[in-house]
């Protein structure tokens, strides 16, 4: 059982990283690009592709301090 749930944490952890680099190419891509499934006003597209770069950073950092305190219990 001990094995599975450090399994499932880091795998979720992991997904965690991938997931907040994706948002942080959207956001990118939305600054770079004007469009979100329609094309933006560059004032909309610069705020959404910021708000996604700010949150796809904060998922990363998240799930690097996760992955750090996990190594300091074990």
Not at 17 to 37: E, K, N, P, Q, S
Not at 57 to 66: D, E, G, K, Y
Request: glycine share 8%; hydrophobic share 60%; proline share 1%.
């Amino acid at each position: 059982f001990s094995f599975f749930y450090i399994f499932v944490n880091m795998m979720l952890n992991l997904l965690s990283l991938l997931v907040g680099t994706l948002y942080v190419g959207m956001g990118i891509f939305v600054v770079i690009y004007r469009t979100f499934a329609v094309r933006l006003e560059p004032a909309v597209a610069n705020g959404l592709g910021v708000v996604l770069i700010v949150y796809g950073i904060f998922r990363i950092s998240r799930a690097i301090l996760r992955l750090r305190k996990k190594d300091e219990i074990q």
